[in-house]
């Protein structure tokens, strides 16, 4: 096989998707158009590369995340920050102990809120932590086996 036709097949190979030893590429599928010279509308275009892709959980996670004050309220908003949601799991930052403490017991409430808003979050679950406090252990002024602050901030 000379160089020329080398470089025939790898044009062919990358302009059809098909190679004649190997098949590198599967062969791309396009959808059929009524009217190959009519435009398509662009939310036609973003629905079938959203189904195509599979971001439908990513966008509404998204969508979560920013219609949060509008789904739990502005009193709760305005202490509670959702963070991420893996596996089902929605977890939430809040501004105090006090609140997540207060969010905890309301869980259910607030978690069959979240699973009937309209953002289609895939929620199956809660987990609230408080703000992080800083860490005495390090630094000039410690003492081995103390104690420490405990709850003075939150």
Request: net charge positive.
């Amino acid at each position: 096989m000379s160089k020329r036709d080398l470089a025939i097949d790898l044009f062919k190979s990358f302009k059809t998707g098909y190679s004649k030893k190997f098949r590198t590429v599967s062969p791309v599928v396009e959808k059929e158009r009524k009217n190959n010279g009519d435009p398509e509308l662009l939310s036609e275009l973003v629905i079938n590369l959203i189904q195509e892709r599979d971001w439908k959980s990513g966008i509404a996670e998204g969508t979560l995340f920013t219609t949060w004050s509008e789904i739990v309220g502005k009193e709760i908003a305005a202490h509670a920050t959702p963070i991420s949601i893996l596996d089902g799991v929605l977890t939430v930052q809040t501004s105090s102990t006090a609140w997540s403490t207060q969010l905890s017991l309301v869980a259910n409430d607030l978690l069959a809120t979240i699973q009937k808003s309209p953002s289609g979050a895939l929620v199956d679950s809660l987990v609230f932590f408080g703000p992080q406090a800083p860490n005495w252990k390090k630094g000039i002024r410690t003492i081995r086996g103390a104690r420490g602050a405990r709850d003075t901030y939150g």
